[in-house]
């Protein structure tokens, strides 16, 4: 029996003609203006049985209506399945005997993968294709929870990467299940997946280090603490920029002041950062159209994170710094933050992170000068790290004359609230 999966309903997308899918006595059709059907179909005592299931005005259907859905059709199947001629399913069957669990990969490559997202699709298949590539030779007939646990053990040092994997290994499974791959998955009552919640945070000398090989695009993650999907989405029509900045002889150059709106975001409510100079070097100024950061190769905005991690896991290689993801970079930012604002408050609101539910909805103060004073201590420190600034006992920098910390970026000593001071 079919089972009806969030995947394969987000699959059902409408084309300029109705199309009908047929499995396993399920009739699914999706008209051209979205609509979406499910019927149960088949043959009993060579009379044709259709009996519907429901309509939906699309394919956004929600898991109460898809369990609706899944349990009509489950009764449906066990009261008229009964004439069902056993050789069908036994045929199935052979067809899939000799088989190896390559096998299933790529039919689950060819099969279901096109029903998810663009992204999903091309993480499912590097998992399938290269992370449990050992599985690939075990014939599908003695694939056990033994083989599972084996390859599992191998991955103990990258738990990310282990259950990201055994999540997709126990879904490709589940679907060989449905299409008599196998008989049943070896995955059922396998031990639950250890979560280990990170709290990698780069020391001021691996900060020190990195900085050099970092690439803009790094370096921006780093400064500002945002999700690394909002800084690839970022345009230059979320950019609000000042006017160029009168520029003195001999000093070092300067550039407009700019605040970022990001308009949507993890939380659905606009988000608005004022940037600081250290940040704003690392735009690729002068400003043009499309998205801020480009891919250097195809000259238009990244669509995946893996070109960033790729260039970034050479900077660690380069710099000597253990190993460490673009997602650190913002857990450094806002530990930072906290410890040099006094205020966790501080590196919540640059975060931006969801509030409770009367927060969210009462709390609508936007503190935009308290994200950039934030931001911009957290940039100064970094310049004064990676510039070879010296550091008193308490960690913060020592700045010549008696100007304090504390003074110079509240106020900022060029009277703009914004600048680095250099």
């Known amino acids: 029996m ?11 997308k409408p084309k300029s003609k109705r199309y009908d899918l047929y499995d396993d006595c399920l009739q699914t059709w999706v008209t051209p203006s979205g609509k979406v059907g499910f019927a149960f179909n088949t043959k009993r005592n060579g009379t044709r049985v259709r ?55 790529d039919a689950y490559i060819e099969e279901h993968l096109p029903t998810l997202s663009p992204h999903s699709r091309y993480y499912y298949k590097r998992l399938l294709v290269a992370t449990l590539a050992p599985l690939h030779n075990i014939p599908l007939a003695s694939l056990g929870k033994q083989h599972l646990l084996e390859f599992r053990r191998t991955l103990h040092d990258r738990p990310a990467l282990r259950n990201n994997a055994m999540g997709v290994l126990r879904t490709c499974l589940n679907w060989g299940v449905q299409l008599e791959y196998l008989k049943e998955s070896p995955y059922q009552n396998m031990p639950k997946n250890q979560t280990t919640k990170r709290n990698r945070v780069l020391t001021p000398e691996e900060i020190t280090r990195l900085w050099e090989h970092l690439k803009p695009i790094h370096r921006f993650l780093l400064l500002c603490g945002q999700r690394v999907g909002e800084v690839v989405a970022m345009r230059w029509k979320d950019l609000e920029i000042g006017a160029e900045p009168e520029q003195e002889p001999n000093e070092p150059e300067r550039y407009p002041s700019v605040r970022w709106t990001q308009p949507e975001n993890k939380t659905d409510v606009p988000h608005v950062l004022p940037l600081p100079q250290l940040a704003v070097i690392q735009l690729p100024f002068p400003p043009g159209t499309g998205h801020v950061f480009k891919s250097p ?69 936007s503190f935009e000068t308290l994200k950039g004073k934030s931001l911009m201590r957290w940039s100064a420190y970094v310049w004064h790290l990676t510039s070879g600034g010296e550091f008193g006992e308490d960690g913060l920098p020592v700045w010549d004359g008696d100007v304090e910390w504390h003074d110079v970026h509240d106020k900022g000593l060029a009277g703009d609230p914004w600048e680095v001071v250099y």
């Open 297 to 365: 190769q195809s000259k238009v905005g990244y669509t995946s994170n893996r070109a960033l991690n790729t260039s970034f896991g050479k900077a660690l290689e380069l710099s000597g710094v253990d190993h460490c993801t673009l997602h650190d970079l913002r857990r450094t930012a806002l530990t930072n933050i906290a410890r040099l604002m006094q205020s966790g408050e501080a590196a919540e609101r640059v975060a931006n992170h969801a509030l409770g539910d009367v927060a969210s909805r009462y709390n609508l103060y």
């Open 51 to 105: 009996l519907p299931i429901g309509t939906f005005p699309s394919n956004k259907i929600d898991d109460y209506q898809r369990s609706e859905v899944q349990s009509r059709y489950a009764d449906l199947y066990i009261e008229h399945t009964s004439s069902i001629p056993t050789e069908v399913i036994q045929q199935r069957q052979l067809s899939n005997r000799g088989k190896l669990v390559r096998n299933l990969f």
């Open 2 to 12: 079919k089972t009806i999966t969030k995947g394969f309903i987000a699959g059902l």
